[in-house]
């Protein structure tokens, strides 16, 4: 849950202070959407993500800000080489999955603890999730899902880089019509991941057993890929870093002032929250059985 809300900090950078400080209550909010939890579950909770959070501003934020520095610097300077742009991505990818490693105790935990009532309404909620992230593509043609995918990308750039050119617009052409609409099999990777987390929650009374799967449910998501999803992830994957080379090539002054001051902001606000002392991140203790 917190990986996917501190990604979401990325894309809103005028808000990003607001919505860290108020991480750990969005996480539980998030929680409830899935699980049942009592006040005393709750605090618990919150308490845990209060101590995840001191860890991420002193072990993380400052490598997060220091990254986007230079990365800011590069853009600038016109620098940003295909490379740089792979080196990124790796440095991301770690800082996920020590993030996960951090925050898969107190899931597991969580999950472990409650009865059998509060996790009544999880494969609802699952169904029901599904449902929405798929709405915006359920039903349509494969044209029609790449045009969906088209406009969403080009709302998403022009928010870091202002108005597309001629140029970027016919690369974005192009980039649309190669990729292939994979939220079919993104959803039916979705639907086989909580189904070995329902199945895991059978045997969630071995906590040791239950740690270790959840575990590797948290950290090695790629294990449970379909064969479907893994070969068109690929393959978009290929499509999505061409275009991005490309798309860093064809910035004129402009597009580059806006992205290095986009990245800035960024850094700054994380440079902010790094240096913000931390209070009452102490361990709450055993969860709560209610």
Request: charged share 30%.
């Amino acid at each position: 849950m917190l990986p996917l809300l501190l990604l979401a900090l990325l894309v809103g950078g005028c808000s990003t202070r607001l919505l860290y400080g108020n991480a750990e209550r969005l996480v539980v909010w998030q929680a409830q959407d899935y699980v049942s939890l009592d006040g005393a579950q709750r605090d618990w909770l919150r308490n845990r993500m209060r101590m995840h959070l001191a860890w991420h501003r002193d072990a993380q934020l400052p490598e997060w800000a220091a990254e986007l520095r230079d990365l800011e610097a590069a853009v600038r300077d016109d620098a940003l080489t295909p490379a740089r742009l792979e080196a990124f991505y790796a440095r991301g990818m770690a800082w996920s999955r020590e993030l996960l490693r951090e925050l898969a105790p107190t899931g597991a935990t969580l999950l472990a603890s409650l009865p059998e009532s509060a996790l009544a309404d999880l494969p609802k909620a699952f169904a029901e999730s599904n449902a929405e992230l798929n709405e915006e593509y359920e039903g349509l043609s494969p044209e029609d899902q790449r045009a969906v995918w088209r406009e969403k990308a080009r709302e998403g750039l022009e928010d870091w880089i202002g108005p597309l050119d001629a140029r970027q617009e016919l690369l974005l052409d192009a980039t649309a019509a190669e990729v292939e609409p994979d939220n079919r099999w993104w959803i039916a990777y979705r639907e086989r991941w909580q189904a070995e987390l329902l199945a895991a929650l059978e045997r969630r009374e071995d906590r040791t057993w239950f740690g270790a799967a959840f575990h590797t449910l948290a950290l090695h998501r790629p294990a449970f890929y379909t064969p479907e999803y893994r070969a068109v992830r690929a393959r978009n994957d290929a499509a999505y870093r061409d275009f991005l080379v490309a798309l860093v090539a064809s910035l004129d002054d402009a597009q580059r002032e806006r992205l290095g001051d986009r990245l800035g902001e960024l850094a700054e606000d994380f440079e902010v929250l790094a240096a913000r002392p931390e209070g009452g991140a102490e361990d709450p203790g055993p969860f709560p059985s209610g």
